[in-house]
Antibody
Framework: EVRLVESGGGLVQPGGSLRLSCGAS????????MSWVRQAPGKGLEWVSA????????NHADSVKGRFTISRDNFRNTLFLQMNSLRAEDTAVYYC???????????????WGQGTLVTVSS | QSVLTQPPSVSGAPGQRVTISCIGG?????????VHWYQQLPGTVPKLLIF???NRPSGVPDRFSGSKSGTLASLAISGLQAEDEADYYC???????????FGGGTKLTVL
């Protein structure tokens, strides 16, 4: 069974940092691209960051570019999101998500973690 | 403000058919990027409903169908059931943004 489990969320002050983790199991982790998607309270889904299976290529939404960094450890089957210079508008549930297959392009997400809540407030 | 526009809400009675539109432009849906649809039941994580415009993952009832033409994608739900009440999101990619994009989401109410 494919499983994704996020951790690392919490309350942080504006300007602070947080590192999210997503532990993966049940599939060949290094084969699949992964993403982080967030959802602000009562709002819609927003794609945040993506990384290829090898970790060699990353991409970030303009709203987080220069502040967030996605990375992965394929030996530990873990995805990370380093979040710096956090703002109130970054408050959201952060989901890690696995793409459906290994085809090239912007593949959809067939598996999502349960999410971890990040609250940015003083 | 997303580059993919969805109606904020739709509604229908049990047994009826409803459609949810996802309107894009020449840099996303019109550029040939595939459209995918997710269902998010209240208090749960999103679930892939339709991928690559028309395909259903294993386990998704055939009451759900997708289509795409030009800059417009649509999700149709026939034989509406109470358990279909959820938020629905389209997702594609955009050349100008160089990334995936989600629509703003549509809340389906079963009357």
């Amino acid at each position: 069974e494919v499983r994704l489990v996020e951790s690392g969320g919490g309350l942080v002050q504006p300007g602070g940092s947080l590192r999210l983790s997503c532990g993966a199991s049940g599939f060949s982790f290094s084969t699949y691209a992964m993403s982080w998607v967030r959802q602000a309270p009562g709002k819609g889904l927003e794609w945040v960051s993506a990384i290829t299976g090898s970790g060699g290529t990353t991409n970030h939404a303009d709203s987080v570019k220069g502040r967030f960094t996605i990375s992965r450890d394929n030996f530990r089957n873990t995805l990370f999101l380093q979040m710096n210079s956090l703002r109130a508008e970054d408050t959201a549930v952060y989901y890690c998500a696995k793409v459906i297959d290994t085809s090239r392009g912007y593949r959809p997400f067939d598996c999502w973690g349960q999410g971890t809540l990040v609250t940015v407030s003083s | 403000q997303s580059v993919l526009t969805q109606p904020p809400s739709v509604s229908g009675a049990p047994g009826q058919r409803v459609t949810i539109s996802c309107i894009g432009g020449s840099s996303n849906i019109g550029a040939g990027f595939d459209v995918h649809w997710y269902q998010q039941l209240p208090g749960t994580v999103p679930k892939l409903l339709i991928f690559d415009n028309i395909n259903r993952p294993s386990g998704v009832p055939d009451r759900f169908s997708g289509s795409k033409s030009g800059t417009l994608a649509s999700l149709a739900i026939s034989g509406l059931q109470a358990e279909d009440e959820a938020d629905y999101y389209c997702q594609s990619a955009d050349n100008n943004l160089g990334s995936r994009v989600f629509g703003g989401g549509t809340k389906l109410t079963v009357l």
